[in-house]
């Protein structure tokens, strides 16, 4: 199950929701990878492996869905965005 979403109504700044989730798991990403940041600016998608996974690989499945929460998930974006005057 997914965690339920939390909005909040007071989001101002000037970039986009996503962007700024990135930007405040950066530094944990980057520890947690065991890569340095030259070796991280130079991945491509080609250094991947994309793959179906199963549902009864229970590991893989909640650490997948572990990832769409910390980085993916709209659940918590705000609702309202400022007016534009």
């Not at 339920?4 to 990403?29: E, S, V």
């Not at 520890?31 to 893989?60: I, R, W």
Request: net charge positive.
């Amino acid at each position: 199950m997914l965690r339920p979403a939390i909005f909040k109504k007071d989001y101002r700044k000037k970039h986009a929701w996503q962007y700024d989730i990135r930007l405040k798991n950066l530094k944990d990403d980057i520890k947690t990878s065991g890569l340095t940041e030259k070796e991280l600016s130079n991945l491509k998608v080609s250094d991947f492996d994309f793959d179906y996974v199963p549902a009864d690989f229970k590991t893989k499945c909640n650490e997948i869905k572990n990832f769409i929460e910390r980085h993916e998930w709209l659940g918590s974006m705000p609702l309202e965005f400022p007016k534009k005057n």
